[in-house]
């Protein structure tokens, strides 16, 4: 099916539907808000470090990835939901992956900030 809005208006749509995304997953998902506000709180914090660019590029990719990886489980989450409440092996795996890709971003940042962070606080 062919997009009915083309230039500006297509990329101005896009930051619409992008920002119902943002409002629908903030008010209907407490792991969203709860993850967003670990990142937010070690976002502020990595500002204040002694770190160069790079390293601190690092961390904020490591928290921007949980970020991601718990959008992700939300889709997913959210599309079994709406084929049926019923249980199914099938849609139980494919939640549990969801769950296991938010499991592996945290621990993507607890290692990537031990190796960064480290040295620093030795």
Known sequence: MKSKYTGLKRILKAFTYSFDGFKSVFINEAAFRQDLLFCLIFGVVFCFLP??????????FALFLILFAELVNTAVETIIDRIGAEYHPL???????GSLLVLLSFLHFFVVGTIILFPILK
């Open 91 to 97: 849609s139980k795996q494919a939640k549990d992956i």
């Open 51 to 60: 770190l160069e660019s790079t390293a601190r590029a690092f961390l904020f």
